[in-house]
């Protein structure tokens, strides 16, 4: 019996390129849905996927892309109009008669959402789960990558971690391990559907401990320091990557951190991905460039 087609978009994202990169591995035809054509996309493609260009925005594209496929991971970046390419996305579905759909939202999301991305993700659960195209919704914590993209510079030219994360722990899990559940969830959906899990790594963790493995491994001092959440959201707006609307979720998403939404840890990623996830250490000595660059 041949091995399903499986759309997988974000395909050069955090999550979707090692989705990619794992599908292939197990010998499953993969249809990469990106936004634009560039040397990420170039990659995929020459590792074996069916690369296509389109918009969550745009309907047709998306009905395009989803042409012959049977199952669909879905990941959406931190921007806005979330809830119309949900739509879109459920509508394209349901068409194309899909069932086995992977959602990616937020381990905050939530009804009672202060951030209105997160609260937009919480929405878009519940469309997903009324179009029944048989959805299940992984909810990560906070990427391990993400000390890296949010503190590797300052860590590198001063030994410190600037965040307003407060005494609030998180279980900082790999793009890697998120990608495995995910790859699973797809390879077999039907024991997933409905269910939303929290995925984490394998140690609930504050900055002050985080920092603590930092120094351990970088062989060297590193300090959290713990900055006002205001002062931290202005400074996101300083830098154009970030988006008045992101610094905002963000800034709301370090309050959740504060408030202890973030302190969760199971063994999810072993349970459904086989193996357990990386831990800290293992992180930063395979990522040891972006601390020290």
Request: charged share 20%; net charge negative.
């Amino acid at each position: 019996m041949s091995k399903p087609l499986i759309l997988v978009t974000g395909a050069t994202g955090n999550t979707g390129a090692p989705v990619v990169e794992q599908l292939l591995e197990k010998g499953y035809p993969v249809r990469a849905f990106v936004h634009r054509l560039d040397e990420r996309s170039k990659l995929l493609s020459e590792l074996g996927a069916e690369v296509v260009e389109g918009d969550f925005l745009d309907i047709s594209s998306l009905e395009a892309a989803m042409k012959g496929v049977k199952r669909v991971y879905f990941v959406y970046p931190p921007a806005d109009k979330l809830l119309e390419a949900t739509m879109n996305v459920a509508i394209a579905a349901k068409r194309e008669g899909i069932y086995g759909l992977v959602n990616m939202p937020q381990l905050p999301s939530r009804e009672a959402a202060p951030s209105s991305l997160t609260y937009s993700h919480w929405q878009s659960e519940q469309i997903l789960d009324w179009a029944d195209i048989g959805a299940s919704h992984i909810n990560p914590t906070f990427f391990a990558e993400d000390l890296y993209l949010f503190t590797g510079r300052s860590i590198a030219s001063e030994g410190k971690m600037y965040l307003p994360f407060g005494e609030g722990k998180h279980a900082p899990v790999a793009a890697s391990d998120i990608a495995r559940v995910v790859v699973a969830t797809l390879i077999d959906p039907q024991p997933h559907v409905g269910q939303r899990y929290a995925i984490t790594g394998s140690k609930n963790m504050n900055m002050l401990e985080v920092a603590q493995v930092l120094s351990n491994e970088l062989g060297k001092k590193v300090e959290y320091v713990d900055l006002p959440l205001d002062y931290w959201r202005e400074a996101l707006t300083q830098q154009p990557e970030f988006s008045e609307y992101l610094a905002d979720h963000l800034a709301h998403v370090a309050q959740d951190h504060q408030d202890g939404v973030f302190s969760v840890q199971n063994d999810l990623v072993e349970q459904i991905g086989g193996l357990p996830p990386q831990s800290v250490e293992d992180f930063v000595r395979t990522h040891i460039d972006n601390f020290t660059a």
